[in-house]
């Protein structure tokens, strides 16, 4: 540092500020337009500097956002904590919100009406902030349980961020990676809390259980498995044998895990109509195993949008539409 130039020490860049707390400089011109969340000191007059007094209400500001509290309120509250002496003509801090239905400049995601920590998840994924992202999936999970919390909080939060991505030109891209990876981890985490004396897929094969895994797979071509992981950590919850295999399952792979281990129901997952296969549905439904006279064939659930059709082209498949309706119908398959 430049002995010579003291007034530098004294606080520091909009664009320092804004890597340090992980926020754009422009969320930070907003802020301080909007909010008076602005920097104290300037510099000769020209460039406006950041105190530590000053970054200490952002933190909390950003703290506050990321547990879902609005924008206004979350200002108020930091500068109240802060004990900031900032004025701020009440028309400001009473201008209303934008519609969070309505994507905006600031990065704004199209939640419409959804949870607090839903806002505050979303909130947390366009900062790309990892550890905001992370601990609200966490409390999701344990004020409201993984199915609220998958359907409630993580979905439209995943949602919102897709369609920010695909009505943006291929920014946000890195908000869907991070909230994407959060959410697997967190769930695969989940799964692995489970009980333990879940029956090995060899037992369930044998007969020395009573009955056979669940097996879960993306059909050819669908590369969307986080509802299959998310049905997966459910299942291992309730104490379900559970084989998962993820994104797009090539159908030699799907016969080889079905002859082998004797399912109680296949799950076939598709997002898009175009990836849906009811001949290969109809395929798995019709492999048996067992010997003559006895043989045995897995249920088929047909699961995911892309599935959707006025009729079901194979007698018997079943078609769930939700996860805690997923759930409970293959806790039933299981133990029928």
Known sequence: MDASRPEHTAG??????????????????????????????????????????????????????????PPAEAAKAALGAAGSSTSVGAETMQEPEKAPAQPTGGGGLPLGDVRQECRGLARAAVRLDAAAVQAGLATAIGEYGLVSAWEEVMMPALRAVGLKWSNSGDRYVEVEHLLSWHVSATLRAAAAAAPGDVPDTV????????????????????????????????????????LMFGAAVPVPALEEAVRRTGPS????????????????????????????????????????PGWASPHLPLPGAHRPRSLHNALSLLENLASA
């Open 265 to 304: 129901a296949v799950v076939l997952w598709a997002q898009t109509s175009s990836a849906a296969d009811w001949p290969l549905a109809r395929h798995v439904g019709a492999m048996g195993w067992g010997v003559r006279g006895a043989r045995r064939h897995p249920a088929v659930v047909a699961a995911g």
């Open 203 to 242: 037992s369930a094969r044998d007969g020395r259980s009573g009955r056979g895994p669940v097996v879960l797979a993306c059909v050819p071509g669908e590369l969307h498995a986080l509802p299959l992981e998310a049905l997966a950590a459910g299942l291992a919850r309730r104490g379900l044998p559970v």
């Open 12 to 69: 520091q860049t909009t664009g320092a500020v804004a890597r340090r707390i992980g926020v754009s400089p422009t969320t930070l011109r907003s802020w301080d337009r909007r909010y008076g969340l602005g920097p104290s000191l300037r510099e000769q007059g020209r460039h406006r500097r950041w105190t530590p007094g000053d970054i200490a209400v952002l933190e909390e500001m950003c703290r506050l956002t990321s547990a879902g509290v």
